[in-house]
Every structure is written in C-alpha cells, then in structure tokens.
C-alpha cells in the first residue's frame, strides 16, 4: 500500500501531534524565563530609593490621569546607587513657624529708699534766717517775730543751718513776751523785752537737774539770785550768797531765783546788756512759761523749753532774734 496502513497513519500522526505540543511548552518555557529575569530586573532597579518628579502624584492620582502605584516597601541592598535629593514638596500657603510661648519671671525690683528732696535755691533763700541782715557767724538761730511791738505773744522758730540751707529743728510754737509787749529802747523796769539779735550767756540755770544740756549747767540753790540793781556793782549777774544773808541789791529790784520754781526749773541767760550799762536793762532771761505775759523775757511751755535748750551747742554761736515781722530782717 502507497501510504501505509490505517494503524500506521495513526501513529504517525499522533507522533506530529507530540512534537508540536513539545515545541509548544519548549516556547512556553523560554517565555517564562525571560518573564522572571524582566521581573527580576525591574526588582533590582526599584530596591533603592523611588524618586518622583513633581506633580507624578497629587492626590493619588499620577500625571496620566490614573490611579497611582500603591507604595512598595522594599528592603536594604547592597546596591548603592548614587541620586539627586528629593525634591521638597511646599503647599500654596506659607505659614511662618513660630517659636514656643515661654513665660519670662517679671523681676521685682526694690523701690529705691525714698530720699527727701533737697531744698530748693529759692526756698533756702526765702526762708527768716537767710534774710537777716547779719548772722553773726551762727550755725544755729531762734527768731521770735511778732507782729507789732504791742504784743505780748510771738511766733519762735528753731532753726539749724545745714549745709547749704536753714532748716526748722523746733516750732512755730507761740512765745510769751514782756507784758509791755516789743521795745528797741529797753530800760530797767518798763516791762518790754529787748528787740534785737543776741548770743546766749555761757551758763544755762535751773532750779530742777540738767534736762541735759550742752552748756554748763548750774543748780540753783537757796541764796541764789539776779542782781538788777542799777546801782549795784554787780548789776545784770548771777549772784549766790549764804542762805540766810540779806545782799545789799536785795532791796526789791533783784529777784531770789530759787523761789521762782514754776519759772527757772532751767533757763538761758539772753545776752542783752552785757555791758551791765546801768538802767539799760537786766535779767532777760528764756525761761518756761508762767501762763501769761513776761516782764520783758522770752518764754515757753517747760517742755518745748527743754527741747530747744538742749539742742543749743556752744560751738554752733546760736544767737535769738526778735523783732516785729516789718524789722525783724534788719538785726
């Protein structure tokens, strides 16, 4: 038989059929192989760091339009590849950070000591003591200045000078004066006190202990007196005889001091008359208030009395200045 029999036909067809189909997964084989070294390509090529050109993903959706790849999480190579840095991506609004709150301590300073102000020129200028016409060289002055020579009360200030102005030390306290009230031309007996500017004597009295003062201080004691006789030739001094003797000037013009307690309990000796110019005038005395006028003293309430006499120094030359306010610049 030309072509061979039905069995052999058979077989050799089905022998085609086999080397087809061999030829077939042969191919099959080689597109699987070069399908997993593209596969594995693409792996080592994506392992590094993914780089993204601005706008490939806004919103994710990338610059085609379509979806965007989900994210892959790769693991570290050995690969080292070499990239520019990634780009930074800002926003439309540009927000200015700002530095943390922090809440500083508010420190408390001390309120600086309060000092008093200093006089002025023109106060220091304005003030009694600076007008007077002369001072005399002294650092401390007491003015009584009243308002006319008729009156027996007088306004007395105590005044200090201090560095560059006179201060008040004591007052304005009321005086008392002669019951004749101001004179400038005193003479024994006629019940005014002296106008004028006047130091003090050297010892200050008193019938009751030093109220401490910075003078010398005398205690009266019973034969103690003030010669104001103008004939005696002791006149206008301080006198201590035996207690039970009977002075010559005690004739009723000189006065038993240690009788006078309400008072000489201390007083200064005003320096009018030092001279002891007979009938000008004697025992002008600063001495503590006896609850009206003088007869031709200066006095004041005991305990502004002491005040003022314990302030009084030697050393400061204090002077008393009295005089109606119209005069009393002129001493």
């Given at each position: 038989?030309?072509?061979?029999?039905?069995?052999?036909?058979?077989?050799?067809?089905?022998?085609?059929?086999?080397?087809?189909?061999?030829?077939?997964?042969?191919?099959?084989?080689?597109?699987?192989?070069?399908?997993?070294?593209?596969?594995?390509?693409?792996f080592?090529?994506?392992?590094?760091?993914?780089?993204?050109t601005?706008?490939?993903?806004?919103?994710?959706?990338?610059?085609?339009?379509?979806?965007?790849?989900?994210?892959?999480?790769?693991?570290?190579t050995?690969?080292?590849?070499?990239?520019?840095?990634?780009?930074?991506?800002?926003?439309?609004?540009?927000?200015?950070?700002?530095?943390p709150?922090?809440t500083?301590?508010?420190q408390?300073?001390?309120?600086p000591?309060?000092?008093?102000?200093?006089p002025?020129t023109?106060?220091?200028?304005?003030?009694?003591?600076?007008?007077?016409?002369?001072?005399?060289?002294a650092?401390?002055?007491?003015?009584?200045?009243?308002?006319?020579?008729?009156?027996?009360?007088a306004?007395?200030?105590?005044?200090?000078w201090?560095?560059?102005?006179?201060?008040?030390?004591?007052?304005?306290?009321?005086?008392?004066?002669?019951?004749?009230?101001?004179?400038?031309?005193?003479?024994?007996?006629?019940?005014?006190?002296?106008?004028?500017?006047?130091?003090?004597?050297?010892?200050?009295y008193?019938?009751?202990?030093?109220p401490?003062?910075?003078?010398?201080y005398r205690?009266?004691?019973?034969?103690?007196?003030?010669?104001?006789?103008?004939?005696?030739?002791?006149?206008?001094?301080?006198?201590?005889?035996?207690?039970?003797?009977n002075?010559?000037?005690?004739?009723?013009?000189?006065?038993?001091?240690?009788?006078?307690?309400?008072a000489?309990?201390?007083?200064?000796?005003?320096n009018?008359?030092?001279?002891?110019?007979?009938?000008?005038g004697?025992?002008?005395?600063?001495?503590a208030?006896?609850?009206?006028p003088?007869?031709?003293?200066?006095?004041?309430p005991?305990?502004?009395?002491?005040?003022?006499?314990?302030?009084?120094?030697?050393?400061q030359?204090?002077?008393?200045?009295?005089?109606?306010?119209?005069?009393?610049?002129?001493?």
């Amino acid at each position: 038989m030309a072509h061979g029999s039905a069995p052999a036909r058979r077989r050799h067809r089905l022998g085609l059929d086999l080397a087809r189909r061999h030829r077939l997964a042969s191919g099959l084989s080689v597109v699987a192989v070069v399908s997993l070294i593209a596969t594995a390509s693409a792996f080592a090529l994506t392992s590094g760091p993914v780089h993204r050109t601005p706008g490939t993903n806004i919103g994710g959706v990338d610059a085609a339009g379509g979806a965007a790849a989900a994210p892959t999480t790769t693991s570290t190579t050995t690969t080292t590849t070499t990239t520019e840095p990634p780009p930074t991506t800002t926003s439309t609004t540009t927000r200015t950070a700002l530095p943390p709150t922090t809440t500083t301590p508010r420190q408390v300073v001390a309120a600086p000591p309060t000092v008093p102000p200093s006089p002025s020129t023109t106060t220091c200028a304005a003030v009694l003591p600076a007008r007077l016409a002369n001072r005399y060289g002294a650092g401390q002055i007491i003015t009584v200045e009243a308002s006319g020579y008729g009156v027996t009360s007088a306004t007395l200030i105590a005044w200090q000078w201090s560095g560059s102005c006179w201060t008040v030390v004591d007052g304005p306290w009321t005086a008392r004066l002669g019951y004749s009230g101001l004179s400038t031309d005193k003479h024994e007996g006629d019940g005014t006190t002296p106008a004028g500017a006047y130091g003090f004597q050297s010892t200050i009295y008193g019938n009751a202990q030093n109220p401490g003062v910075h003078y010398p201080y005398r205690r009266i004691v019973c034969g103690g007196w003030w010669d104001e006789d103008s004939s005696s030739p002791t006149y206008n001094t301080f006198q201590e005889v035996p207690c039970s003797e009977n002075p010559p000037f005690a004739n009723g013009a000189s006065e038993a001091l240690w009788t006078e307690t309400q008072a000489y309990p201390s007083f200064a000796v005003i320096n009018y008359n030092p001279g002891r110019v007979p009938g000008l005038g004697s025992a002008i005395f600063f001495h503590a208030d006896i609850g009206g006028p003088t007869a031709g003293c200066v006095s004041l309430p005991l305990g502004e009395l002491d005040s003022v006499l314990d302030w009084l120094q030697p050393a400061q030359n204090p002077i008393i200045v009295m005089g109606t306010t119209s005069a009393i610049t002129s001493y």
